[in-house]
């Protein structure tokens, strides 16, 4: 309980500080968060360069919100800005065919973190879970599942990467670790 109120506090502290214009702030916000964001954009198909455009623009969302001056933070700090990285990381991998959104208009649509909370906390929970379950699952099925559904690799290439005789054969295999999978996060 104490730890919570302590990260209460401090993250009152550092709207505090972007609210004064602190430098110093963004410097401890960008060292303590930007390698939870680093880490999600690069185990998703990024490269360290697009965690720090991420990490920029969702810095420049929280600048923005709070110098608004009605700004409240319903959440911790660090989920605020890890939920509006991961929309902002999604929403550039779903629309890479499709024309470039002005940054405002990414901010309009991460502001329904603060309304829908604890869905946001279950799906945290979920994704830390299948996370930690698919470090657990080994190879060759963690490899297998991170190709397909991160890397967007054929079966035809998962085939010929794992030296399976047939794309079947390493259909079967993905949908045998998918078991394994579900089974860890159960």
């Not at 989920?79 to 990285?85: H, P």
């Not at 829908?116 to 930690?132: G, M």
């Given at each position: 309980?104490n730890?919570?109120?302590?990260?209460?506090?401090?993250?009152?502290q550092?709207?505090?500080?972007?609210?004064?214009?602190d430098s110093?702030?963004l410097?401890?916000?960008?060292?303590?968060?930007?390698?939870m964001?680093?880490?999600m954009?690069?185990?998703?198909?990024?490269?360290?360069?697009?965690?720090?455009?991420?990490?920029?623009?969702?810095?420049?969302?929280?600048?923005?919100?709070v110098n608004k001056g009605?700004f409240?933070l319903?959440?911790k700090?660090k989920?605020?800005?890890?939920?509006?990285c991961?929309r902002?990381?999604?929403?550039r991998?779903?629309?890479?065919?499709?024309?470039?959104?002005?940054?405002?208009?990414?901010?309009?649509?991460?502001v329904?973190?603060?309304?829908?909370?604890?869905?946001h906390?279950n799906?945290?929970r979920?994704?830390?879970?299948?996370?930690?379950s698919?470090?657990?699952?080994?190879?060759p099925c963690?490899?297998?599942?991170?190709d397909?559904y991160l890397?967007?690799?054929?079966?035809?290439e998962i085939?010929e990467?794992?030296g399976?005789?047939?794309?079947?054969n390493?259909?079967?295999?993905?949908?045998?670790?998918?078991?394994?999978?579900k089974?860890?996060?159960?």
């Amino acid at each position: 309980m104490n730890r919570e109120v302590d990260t209460l506090q401090e993250d009152k502290q550092l709207i505090d500080g972007i609210t004064n214009g602190d430098s110093s702030v963004l410097t401890y916000i960008y060292q303590t968060f930007f390698p939870m964001v680093l880490h999600m954009v690069t185990h998703n198909s990024g490269e360290e360069e697009d965690a720090k455009d991420v990490f920029q623009e969702a810095i420049i969302v929280l600048y923005d919100k709070v110098n608004k001056g009605d700004f409240i933070l319903s959440s911790k700090l660090k989920t605020f800005i890890y939920s509006v990285c991961r929309r902002l990381w999604l929403k550039r991998l779903n629309r890479q065919d499709r024309q470039a959104l002005s940054i405002h208009e990414e901010i309009e649509e991460t502001v329904p973190v603060e309304d829908d909370l604890e869905v946001h906390r279950n799906k945290e929970r979920q994704f830390l879970l299948v996370e930690q379950s698919l470090t657990l699952l080994g190879e060759p099925c963690q490899t297998i599942i991170q190709d397909f559904y991160l890397h967007n690799l054929s079966m035809q290439e998962i085939c010929e990467k794992f030296g399976y005789t047939n794309s079947d054969n390493a259909k079967t295999q993905k949908y045998k670790c998918l078991q394994r999978l579900k089974k860890l996060c159960l």
